[in-house]
Antibody, heavy 118, light 107 residues
Framework: QLHLQESGPGLVKPSETLSLTCTVS??????????WAWMRQSPGKGLEWIGHIFYSGNTFSNPSIRSPVTMSVDTSKNQFSLKLSSVTTADTAVYYC??????????WGQGTLVTVSS | EIVLTQSPDFQSVTLKEKVTITCRAS??????LHWYQQKPDQSPKLLIK???QSISGVPSRFTGSGSGTDFTLSIDGLEPEDAATYYCHQSGIFPWSFGRGTRVEIK
């Protein structure tokens, strides 16, 4: 059974970088069949797609996300990561990682709350 | 960005009653519309993909229909465990987007 687990700081200061990692177990991140995605959810904006990445490093990201987005993959650890730089309070949300089968997220992590506050 | 408008925002329903949730897209997205169920403190769970395709393990009382700009999720005979928020999601046109959700409560 595939399992995804987000990890990272729960509190980030404004203007700093938010960094999260998703560890995948029960399946290989190097599968040619899947992309790996990040979503977030906040009371103000609801669910938002942030972006997704293939194990080769090919990425797609949402231009509506104001904070610059960087995604990467570490195939040796079966992990993929998200960085949002110069965050503001608007980036406070529950962040989810997920697997994309085709163009939809079929497996999601449990989510991790990240609060941007000084 | 494609805007997905769900209605209603909230529905209070009696057990065994039929529930209908609609999702309207601001542009034609073909059948690239999916439905998720989310319970408190849980991540979204995929219910229906590509407008009407069923998902293994999801009860058959959940069905989807529609194409283009108008879509519907139906729950044929509400069960207690169906109390949740339901979201539509489009992956037909970048950037992908979600509806604001419909909360279903058991009356």
């Amino acid at each position: 059974q595939l399992h995804l687990q987000e990890s990272g700081p729960g509190l980030v200061k404004p203007s700093e970088t938010l960094s999260l990692t998703c560890t995948v177990s029960g399946g290989s991140i190097t599968s040619n069949n899947y992309y790996w995605a990040w979503m977030r959810q906040s009371p103000g904006k609801g669910l938002e797609w942030i972006g997704h990445i293939f194990y080769s490093g090919n990425t797609f990201s949402n231009p509506s996300i104001r904070s610059p987005v960087t995604m990467s993959v570490d195939t040796s650890k079966n992990q993929f990561s998200l960085k949002l730089s110069s965050v503001t309070t608007a980036d406070t949300a529950v962040y989810y990682c997920a697997r994309l089968d085709g163009w939809l997220a079929d497996y999601w992590g449990q989510g991790t709350l990240v609060t941007v506050s000084s | 960005e494609i805007v997905l408008t769900q209605s209603p925002d909230f529905q209070s329903v009696t057990l065994k009653e039929k529930v209908t949730i609609t999702c309207r897209a601001s542009l034609n997205i073909g059948s690239s519309l999916h439905w998720y169920q989310q319970k408190p403190d849980q991540s979204p769970k995929l219910l229906i993909k590509y407008a009407s395709q069923s998902i293994s393990g999801v009860p058959s009382r959940f069905t989807g229909s529609g194409s283009g700009t108008d879509f519907t999720l139906s729950i044929d005979g509400l069960e207690p465990e169906d109390a949740a928020t339901y979201y539509c999601h489009q992956s037909g046109i970048f950037p992908w987007s979600f509806g604001r959700g419909t909360r279903v409560e058991i009356k």
